[in-house]
Each structure stands twice: as structure tokens, then as C-alpha cells.
């Protein structure tokens, strides 16, 4: 392992090198972006760290609207949209997504220096943005808390003064599509400034409802930012509000192991590929107030920036943030058309945060101290609705009916109807109690059955508040003309309180106690099954008289049915990183780094194992990662070839992961693990006629201990890559403007088991799944858009096509449905097409 490594180096820095000697000191380019990674405006070549900035011309010529196209060309991130309320953030093979609000990110998602980084409220609309900046390995020191592996800051446009402009534009496709955005920007008098920007996006789902209503997996968003920039001597100031609203229909969670039927008539209505129409429902007895399949979720949040030039050494900057959002999202987590299991996901969050960073800068040295306050209060509701008596024909293994229908293919699930029928369901509790040797008669199974509810509802909440205080350094000295040093420290203190409750809703769940019956002593055992035979038994309050548990089926409910148990922690600990950069000439830099991530050590609630028992807060201990990072960077050919490659090495200890528990998910320690790889990104701009691009990642992240040992992180390809274009040809009065791209990854596993049957076996998961086909293989999607412009870029009309080659992939797999044995798979975009039309004016006043 350690010789590939060092393998990769010399071959990249090698490379880089030698043609660093051919480069010649220029100016900085006027195109050339400025980025601010390191909390200081730099020249990308000067920032020692590998490091990917796109600008708002390439996000426009590419039409990257949303994360997860953006992340298509920037090596070594991957973002999963699985839904604006599920996103998965991925930096060099480590994932952010977790919904629960006992969790802390691993990579940071910022707006303008403001974290961003709870899954629920951290996927936002890319408009009116400046530019994107993604860094990787370990920020903490820069970033603070969530920025183990890597930190995303999206620094959006701000009031400009003395400029009266705006812009607007409109596109729409196939699938109903349409986006409409508009911006302007006025003078109030000549030191304030205001902006205000927004965006309308809306699509039809792109997979067939196949029982009526609307498609699956569409979009349906609306976004608007309102920006006010003050100035008065050496403070400037900026306000910005962001409000956004998405309400999408709901996700194509779809199984493959069985075709899409009528509920009604039993009648095949599709078929099982992963990409086909779906048949799904929202559950009967309105669940959830009757809301339908989907989203409903907002996000708000205020920023204030001050900026104050003490001297011509000093600076002082001051980040005070609000922000909040709320989320309701309903899904069909069994992937069926009968309602075996319907899902849903409340999460909420209110945040607050200041930071004060004072800023040096004279001669050779370059340095900052800071102190942060960050607030948190955050819950996650999930409330459930089964079938039992679907549930129960899943444990037997009969949902097509197990017999019953004559000639019906194990694929093909039965009528709703015949489910509802005691002397069928009677039929498959004596074979459940057969395979743990029990034997039930007749009556008594029949009697269990007539009980059996086809919408039982419980609950489960985990809630957290943190407050948190930092304080953090950092300083770079200039050691000689070509040779600089670069150190980082933050002290991180950590003040937690985490919660858990769950209840049952509407009576104890006779399948959850009929299974927990059938695990004990035979006496216990009698008297249980006795007991759930009694007429009216999912209703019967517990008593003296009737001792029965009040069962839960995928959560076992807390003491007083929903009593709110709480635990609170308190825990501190440093993250530091070193740096060195030479530089061979003013336009290359070769640098090495060494940097310590922590993830804070977080309390992860684990709901009773019986109904009333005892909730527990195990406290995972810190996750760190040891990052070692050698790179370079060289701008050639009089600044128009930009190329830069770094290798690395990631240990990790006490690696958090997450694992399913019935329905439930929950945070646990998996040990040790280890990643490695090359990341390389070339620009080439020979004239202003032509612009290519070109990135690759090579990325190995596994499990080195415990019951993982070896398996692949989750949505981690190891390699990855990207191609493009933008070319822009004179033709009559304006330009000819072409900019294709290729994107290609290699083949993902969806979940840190990957999928490995010895993995998910009872009691992790109510029904073993037995085999492994969530992942997905290797594929290339190709897009291109051509139009014509002004010269002066005042106005431009495009035609553009995603996915030109409607290559069918999946998005996710898995899922909530695991737990019984059927999992589900999220299709891909399809091929997307249409035209757009865009223009701006003004200037300078």
C-alpha cells in the first residue's frame, strides 16, 4: 500500500516538475479566480491543499444548478440527491448524510463562511453564486467543527456598489421543466448597495406513477436571497437573508424483487427494472394527517459579515449567523404497491453562530486568531405505519399469496384483500411458529390473526442540543524566497444533550409481540400467545389483569409509552495541521501537509430492547483522521495551462458508521480504517476561442477492522473522472458557443456493508436479505449545450441535453425497506433536454 502511494507521487510530481522549469513569472490572470480557502484572498497555486473553485461562467456554460452536478467535475467529491431533504456529501470516499440530530458531519457545507452542514437543511440552490470552493482533507482547523475530511463553502454574490444591473433568465424541456431566475442590483446613495436574486425550478418526475397521480422523483423549488452591502472608511458590512422552499413529489423507492401490481386486482402493472414505473402508496388511514407521498421543507437563515481594516496590518472580521429548517418528507419505504411499510421524516433545526477572527499580515508573515460560538438545537422524528398482516406474509415469505392463488409467480404479490383474511394469515402464523419449532393450533393462529392491524403506528424522536466554543490559529511565514512554513490549531469544547423517545400509537403491535413471544421460555411463551388470542388484544391497556408488553414492531416504545429520556455529555479536543510549500518560480508549488481531523465525540441513544426498557447513550469516542497530503501546482505556457495533482493517505480511528437495527438507524463505533489515492485536475486555455478541462481521481478507502474489514466505503467509486469544453466562436454579430462534458465513475456500493448478506441477518434485520445487488456498476453520462451569444455576453440562447445517451443508473439503493427484506433503488436522471434563454445588463453607475 505504502509503495503504490509513493508510486503515485513520483509519478505525478515527477511529471509536474519538469515542466515547472519551462514556466515563466507572469502576472496574475485577469480570469484567474481568487479564492479564500484559506480565509485570505490567494492565487489557487499558493494554497497548499488540494483545491477545486468554480467559478459562476463555468457553472453557467456547464449548467451546474444543483450539488450534485457540480460534483461531477471536481475530483474526489461525490453528492448524492437522493431528495433537497437527503443529500449525501462525499469527500475522498467519507460520507455526510446522516438525518439524525445526534450526529455531527464529517464535511462541512458552508454559505459564506457560515455552516451549513445538517443533511436536512445543507442542500441549497446554486444561483447568483460567485464561486464554489471545494477543499479537501482535514479543515477543522480553517472550517471548524463537521470539516474532518473536507469542506465545501459556496460564496454567493454580493450588493455591488455604484452598479444598477440585472439579469434573468428562462429555460424549459422535456419532462414540463422549467426554470425561470432573475437578479438586480441598485445604489442607495454611494455607500449601500442592495441585491436581490431568485430562482423557480420546477419538473415533472421522471418515473411513472403507475397507480395515477403524480411522478416520482420530480422537482418543484423556490428560492430567494436578499443581499445589502454598506460601506463607511475601513468597514464594510454585507447582509444576506436566503429563503428556500421544496416541495417534490415523493422518491421512487422501488423494489426489484417484486413487479409493481394493483393492489386492488392483484394485476401486473409493470415490471422490476430499476429504472421502470413504480406502483407506490402512502398508507391507508391517513397516516400522517393523509399527506401524500413527498416533501414539504423550508429553510431560512440571516448573515451578517463585517469586515473592519484596523491598520494596514490588521483586520478584524466578525461572522454572526441565524438559520433554521424544517422538513417533512413521506416515502413509501417498502417499494410496493401494498402498504406493508409507510415512512415518514420530520426533522427540524435552529442554529446560531458567531465567529471574531483577527487577521495579520506584513512581510513574510501571514496569521489569524478567532474565537466561535456555535448553538444547536435539532430533533428527528420518525413515525411508521405497517401492514401487520403484509408484514406478517413477508416473514413467511408469502406475499404472493404462498399458494393460495394457484399458478402465482413468486415475483407477482397478491391482492390487498387476501391478506385481510384470518384463515390466510391464520395459515402463515403457524408457519412462522414452525420454523422456531413452535406449534400453534388452528384456533389459536386464527385468533392471533383476526387481531393482526393493517395500520399500526408508532414513533421514534432523537433530538440534541450543542454549544460549542473554539478557538483557533493559524500562521504562515515566508522562511525564504521560495520556501514557506504554515502551522493550525483549534481547541474545540463541546457541550451536548441528546434525547430519545418512542411510542406506539394506536395499540401495542401484535406481530412485534407474537415474534418476541416465540423467543421465550415455554411458559412465557404460552401465556403470551394465550394472551395476543384474546379478542380486541392490540387495544387492551396493560394491567394486572392483562400483563401483556406493549409492543412496538421496528421500535420498542420508552417508559410511559413516549416518556422523552435524556443524557448529556461534555467533551473538548484539538485538530492541528502543518504545512510546507516551495516554489520553484512564481507560478508552481510544490507542497506537503500533515493535518489531524476530529469528529466531536457524540452521545448515540439506543431505544429500549423491550417495550418500557432502558434507553442507552453510549458515547462514541472521537473520530480522527491522520492526513499526509503531497502535492503541486504549476500555472504554464504564459499562465494558459493550469495543472495540479496531490496524492494522500487517511488513517482513521474510531471510524463512525451507521447500521440499520430493525427500522432504526443508529451510530456506531466500526474501528479502524484507512484510504488513499491521487487527485489531478488540468485546464488549458490556449486563446479565448477554446477552454479545456480535464480531472481524475483515484480514491481506496476500506474498513481495516471488525466485521467490515475490507469492505468499500459507501458512494465512493475508486476512480472518477471528467472532460470538457467550452468553445465560443465569432459568427456575424455575436459568438458561437459550444460546451460539451463527459462525467465517469466506477462502480459504488450504497451502504458500508455492501450489501453483503452475512451483514443482514435477523435481529439486525427483521427479514435477512440474502442477496447483494445494491451497488452500481461503472458508467459515463455525456452532456452538451450549444447556443448563440453577444459579443458582450449581454444575451445568449442555448440548447442543452443532460444525459445525452440516457444511460439508466440508479441514485441509491437499500434503504429503509432492508429491514424487511426488500430493499429499494432510486432511479437516475434521465435524459433531460430543451432550449434557455438568458441576458443581463448594466454596470458601472
Given at each position: 500500500m505504502n509503495f503504490r502511494i509513493l508510486a503515485l507521487a513520483g509519478a505525478s510530481l515527477s511529471t509536474l516538475v519538469a515542466t515547472q522549469a519551462r514556466a515563466e513569472a507572469e502576472p496574475a490572470d485577469a480570469d484567474m479566480i481568487i479564492v479564500t480557502a484559506q480565509l485570505r484572498e490567494q492565487d489557487p497555486i499558493a494554497v497548499p491543499m488540494a483545491l477545486t473553485a468554480i467559478g459562476a461562467d463555468e457553472l453557467d456554460r456547464f449548467g451546474l444548478q444543483e450539488l450534485d452536478k457540480l460534483s461531477r467535475f471536481v475530483p474526489g467529491f461525490v453528492v448524492q440527491n437522493q431528495s433537497p431533504n437527503n443529500p449525501g456529501f462525499v469527500m475522498r470516499g467519507i460520507t455526510s448524510d446522516s438525518g439524525a440530530a445526534t450526529n455531527e458531519p464529517r464535511v462541512s457545507v458552508f454559505q459564506d463562511g457560515v455552516s451549513i452542514s445538517k443533511s436536512r437543511g445543507s442542500y441549497v440552490e446554486l444561483f447568483d453564486i460567485e464561486r464554489v470552493e471545494v477543499a479537501k482533507g482535514p479543515q477543522s482547523t480553517l472550517y471548524g467543527r463537521g470539516a474532518l475530511t473536507g469542506a465545501v463553502n459556496i460564496i454567493q454574490n454580493k450588493a455591488k456598489l455604484g452598479r444598477i444591473e440585472g439579469a434573468a433568465a428562462l429555460s424549459y424541456g422535456n419532462y414540463e421543466s422549467f426554470i425561470g431566475e432573475a437578479m438586480v442590483n441598485a445604489p442607495i446613495g454611494d455607500n449601500v448597495a442592495i441585491r436581490i436574486a431568485g430562482r423557480v425550478r420546477q419538473r415533472d418526475g421522471y418515473v411513472e406513477n403507475l397507480l395515477g397521480g403524480e411522478d416520482f422523483n420530480s422537482a418543484d423549488t423556490k428560492a430567494i436571497r436578499g443581499a445589502l452591502h454598506a460601506e463607511a472608511g475601513k468597514l464594510t458590512f454585507d447582509l444576506i437573508g436566503n429563503y428556500q422552499k421544496d416541495r417534490p413529489a415523493g422518491t421512487s423507492f422501488k423494489s426489484i424483487a417484486y413487479n409493481p401490481t394493483d393492489p386492488a386486482t392483484g394485476a401486473v402493472i409493470g415490471d422490476r427494472g430499476r429504472n421502470s414505473g413504480a406502483a407506490l402508496v402512502a398508507g391507508a388511514g391517513g397516516f400522517e394527517g393523509g399527506k401524500p407521498l413527498g416533501l414539504d421543507r423550508e429553510v431560512w437563515s440571516v448573515t451578517g459579515l463585517a469586515n473592519l481594516e484596523l491598520d494596514d496590518r490588521f483586520t478584524l472580521t466578525s461572522i454572526t449567523a441565524y438559520r433554521r429548517f424544517e422538513s417533512l418528507e413521506i416515502f413509501d419505504a417498502d417499494g410496493l404497491s401494498l402498504p406493508i411499510l409507510t415512512a415518514a421524516e420530520g426533522a427540524e433545526g435552529k442554529q446560531f453562530s458567531q465567529e471574531l477572527r483577527l487577521a495579520f499580515a506584513q512581510g513574510p508573515l501571514t496569521a489569524f486568531v478567532g474565537a466561535s460560538y456555535f448553538h444547536e438545537d435539532g430533533s428527528q422524528r420518525g413515525p411508521a405505519q405497517f401492514d401487520e398482516r403484509m408484514v406478517l406474509a413477508r416473514l413467511a415469505g408469502a406475499l404472493n399469496g404462498g399458494g393460495a392463488i394457484p399458478g402465482r409467480a413468486a415475483t407477482d404479490p397478491a391482492p390487498a384483500?387476501?391478506?385481510?383474511?384470518?384463515?390466510?394469515?391464520?395459515?402463515?402464523?403457524?408457519?412462522?411458529?414452525?420454523?422456531?419449532?413452535?406449534?400453534?393450533?388452528?384456533?389459536?393462529?386464527?385468533?392471533?390473526?383476526?387481531?393482526?392491524?393493517?395500520?399500526?403506528?408508532?414513533?421514534?424522536?432523537?433530538?440534541?442540543?450543542?454549544?460549542?466554543?473554539?478557538?483557533?490559529?493559524?500562521?504562515?511565514?515566508?522562511?525564504?524566497?521560495?520556501?514557506?512554513?504554515?502551522?493550525?490549531?483549534?481547541?474545540?469544547?463541546?457541550?451536548?444533550?441528546?434525547?430519545?423517545?418512542?411510542?406506539?400509537?394506536?395499540?401495542?403491535?401484535?406481530?412485534?409481540?407474537?415474534?418476541?413471544?416465540?423467543?421465550?421460555?415455554?411458559?412465557?411463551?404460552?401465556?403470551?400467545?394465550?394472551?395476543?388470542?384474546?379478542?380486541?388484544?392490540?387495544?387492551?391497556?396493560?394491567?394486572?389483569?392483562?400483563?401483556?408488553?406493549?409492543?412496538?414492531?421496528?421500535?420498542?416504545?420508552?417508559?410511559?409509552?413516549?416518556?422523552?429520556?435524556?443524557?448529556?455529555?461534555?467533551?473538548?479536543?484539538?485538530?492541528?495541521?502543518?504545512?510546507?510549500?516551495?516554489?520553484?518560480?512564481?507560478?508552481?508549488?510544490?507542497?506537503?501537509?500533515?493535518?489531524?481531523?476530529?469528529?466531536?465525540?457524540?452521545?448515540?441513544?439506543?431505544?429500549?430492547?423491550?417495550?418500557?426498557?432502558?434507553?442507552?447513550?453510549?458515547?462514541?469516542?472521537?473520530?480522527?483522521?491522520?492526513?499526509?497530503?503531497?502535492?503541486?501546482?504549476?500555472?504554464?505556457?504564459?499562465?494558459?495551462?493550469?495543472?495540479?495533482?496531490?496524492?494522500?493517505?487517511?488513517?482513521?480511528?474510531?471510524?463512525?458508521?451507521?447500521?440499520?437495527?430493525?427500522?432504526?438507524?443508529?451510530?456506531?463505533?466500526?474501528?479502524?480504517?484507512?484510504?488513499?489515492?491521487?487527485?489531478?485536475?488540468?485546464?488549458?486555455?490556449?486563446?479565448?476561442?477554446?477552454?479545456?478541462?480535464?480531472?481524475?481521481?483515484?480514491?481506496?478507502?476500506?474498513?481495516?477492522?471488525?466485521?467490515?474489514?475490507?469492505?468499500?466505503?459507501?458512494?465512493?467509486?475508486?476512480?472518477?473522472?471528467?472532460?470538457?469544453?467550452?468553445?465560443?466562436?465569432?459568427?456575424?454579430?455575436?459568438?458561437?458557443?459550444?460546451?460539451?462534458?463527459?462525467?465517469?465513475?466506477?462502480?459504488?456500493?450504497?451502504?458500508?456493508?455492501?450489501?453483503?448478506?452475512?451483514?443482514?441477518?435477523?435481529?439486525?434485520?427483521?427479514?435477512?436479505?440474502?442477496?447483494?445487488?445494491?451497488?452500481?456498476?461503472?458508467?459515463?453520462?455525456?452532456?452538451?449545450?450549444?447556443?448563440?451569444?453577444?459579443?458582450?455576453?449581454?444575451?445568449?440562447?442555448?440548447?442543452?441535453?443532460?444525459?445525452?445517451?440516457?444511460?439508466?443508473?440508479?441514485?441509491?439503493?437499500?434503504?429503509?425497506?432492508?429491514?424487511?427484506?426488500?430493499?429499494?433503488?432510486?432511479?437516475?436522471?434521465?435524459?433531460?433536454?430543451?432550449?434557455?434563454?438568458?441576458?443581463?445588463?448594466?454596470?458601472?453607475?
Open positions: 384483500a387476501l391478506f385481510a383474511n384470518p384463515a390466510f394469515t391464520g395459515m402463515l402464523l403457524q408457519g412462522v411458529a414452525g420454523a422456531y419449532g413452535v406449534a400453534l393450533s388452528s384456533a389459536q393462529a386464527q385468533a392471533i390473526a383476526a387481531n393482526l392491524k393493517s395500520a399500526h403506528l408508532e414513533t421514534s424522536t432523537n433530538t440534541a442540543r450543542t454549544n460549542a466554543f473554539d478557538l483557533f490559529g493559524d500562521v504562515t511565514m515566508r522562511v525564504s524566497e521560495r520556501f514557506e512554513l504554515g502551522a493550525g490549531l483549534r481547541y474545540t469544547h463541546d457541550d451536548k444533550r441528546s434525547g430519545y423517545t418512542a411510542s406506539v400509537l394506536n395499540g401495542r403491535s401484535i406481530v412485534g409481540g407474537f415474534i418476541g413471544a416465540l423467543s421465550q421460555p415455554a411458559a412465557t411463551r404460552t401465556a403470551l400467545l394465550q394472551a395476543l388470542a384474546v379478542p380486541g388484544a392490540a387495544t387492551i391497556p396493560p394491567s394486572a389483569a392483562y400483563p401483556v408488553p406493549l409492543f412496538g414492531l421496528g421500535a420498542q416504545p420508552t417508559a410511559g409509552n413516549g416518556e422523552m429520556v435524556e443524557a448529556t455529555h461534555k467533551n473538548g479536543g484539538f485538530s492541528w495541521r502543518l504545512t510546507a510549500r516551495y516554489l520553484p518560480n512564481d507560478d508552481s508549488s510544490i507542497y506537503a501537509t500533515y493535518a489531524r481531523g476530529r469528529r466531536p465525540e457524540i452521545l448515540s441513544p439506543r431505544g429500549p430492547g423491550a417495550p418500557f426498557g432502558a434507553v442507552t447513550f453510549p458515547v462514541l469516542p472521537s473520530e480522527t483522521v491522520d492526513s499526509f497530503e503531497l502535492g503541486a501546482k504549476a500555472a504554464l505556457l504564459d499562465r494558459s495551462l493550469f495543472v495540479d495533482g496531490a496524492v494522500f493517505f487517511y488513517q482513521y480511528e474510531n471510524f463512525q458508521t451507521t447500521e440499520q437495527q430493525g427500522t432504526q438507524f443508529i451510530t456506531t463505533n466500526a474501528g479502524r480504517a484507512e484510504s488513499y489515492g491521487f487527485e489531478g485536475q488540468v485546464r488549458w486555455m490556449p486563446n479565448d476561442v477554446l477552454s479545456l478541462f480535464a480531472t481524475y481521481a483515484y480514491s481506496h478507502g476500506r474498513f481495516k477492522t471488525g466485521v467490515r474489514e475490507d469492505n468499500r466505503f459507501r458512494l465512493n467509486p475508486d476512480h472518477s473522472a471528467s472532460l470538457g469544453a467550452i468553445v465560443s466562436v465569432p459568427a456575424g454579430p455575436g459568438r458561437v458557443s459550444f460546451s460539451p462534458s463527459v462525467t465517469v465513475q466506477s462502480k459504488i456500493f450504497f451502504d458500508d456493508d455492501n450489501d453483503r448478506p452475512d451483514l443482514q441477518q435477523p435481529p439486525a434485520a427483521l427479514v435477512a436479505d440474502n442477496i447483494q445487488d445494491e451497488y452500481q456498476d461503472g458508467y459515463a453520462l455525456v452532456n452538451a449545450r450549444l447556443g448563440y451569444e453577444s459579443r458582450d455576453g449581454g444575451w445568449r440562447v442555448e440548447a442543452f441535453v443532460e444525459n445525452l445517451f440516457d444511460k439508466a443508473y440508479i441514485m441509491d439503493a437499500g434503504n429503509t425497506g432492508d429491514s424487511l427484506g426488500l430493499p429499494t433503488f432510486i432511479a437516475g436522471a434521465p435524459r433531460f433536454y430543451g432550449v434557455a434563454l438568458g441576458f443581463r445588463f448594466g454596470g458601472a453607475r
